[in-house]
T-cell receptor, first 113, second 116 residues
């Protein structure tokens, strides 16, 4: 059974700081891993998707890395801004469970002006 | 292009009543998923449609939940009768192609269900 854990559960940083969110998964047999953002009362927005054969993906100030063998991914946010405040979710798609996603509980990020 | 839409955005019902949630996927997306997040827990998979067929319904919690996707377009998720533990946020997601590991899932805003 795949379990996804995100650490920390909550994080508060001052504006401008670089930060790292962590995701770990117990079953390394994954197709891909996605990072999502969820704003309060809103749906999930996909930020980055990393295929199992890839090591990292970048989009603007975001960089996600994947170490499949160790079951870990990180989301790096550079020069954080108050608008980055949201809950960040990590989700994996396993090789053996169709295309459904298994989610972590998320990291609630607050960037203070 | 319109995103995934869900209706209603919020629903408050009493225990024992019936509620039907609706999801309209992105036009042309064959894959449709239902997930839910109950208070304090992670988002969990409920089921997956490919067009009108149920591909995987292993996440459905019990037979009080019934999902349909007649015609392979929009989907409904009915809870009958609703119980207190059904409270949570129900998300719908869609994805274009049946067999493509490179496609992301696009999520709707969710329906917030509260059972009193």
């Amino acid at each position: 059974k795949q379990e996804v854990t995100q650490i920390p559960a909550a994080l508060s940083v001052p504006e401008g700081e670089n930060l790292v969110l962590n995701c770990s998964f117990t079953d390394s047999a994954i197709y891909n891993l996605q990072w999502f953002r969820q704003d309060p009362g809103k749906g999930l927005t996909s930020l980055l998707l990393i295929q199992s054969s890839q090591r990292e993906q970048t989009s603007g100030r975001l960089n996600a890395s994947l170490d499949k063998s160790s079951g870990r991914s990180t989301l790096y946010i550079a020069a954080s801004q108050p608008g980055d405040s949201a809950t960040y979710l990590c989700a994996v798609r396993r090789e053996t469970s169709g295309s459904r996603l298994t989610f972590g509980e998320g990291t609630q990020l607050t960037v203070n002006p | 292009e319109a995103g995934v839409t869900q209706f209603p955005s919020h629903s408050v019902i009493e225990k024992g009543q019936t509620v039907t949630l609706r999801c309209d996927p992105i036009s042309g997306h064959d894959n449709l998923y239902w997930y839910r997040r109950v208070m304090g827990k992670e988002i969990k998979f409920l089921l997956h449609f490919v067009k009108e067929s149920k591909q995987d319904e292993s996440g459905m919690p019990n037979n009080r939940f019934l999902a349909e996707r007649t015609g392979g377009t929009y989907s409904t998720l009915k809870v009958q009768p609703a119980e207190l533990e059904d409270s949570g946020v129900y998300f719908c997601a869609s994805r274009p192609k049946p067999q493509d590991s490179q496609e992301t899932q696009y999520f709707g805003p969710g329906t917030r269900l509260l059972v009193l």
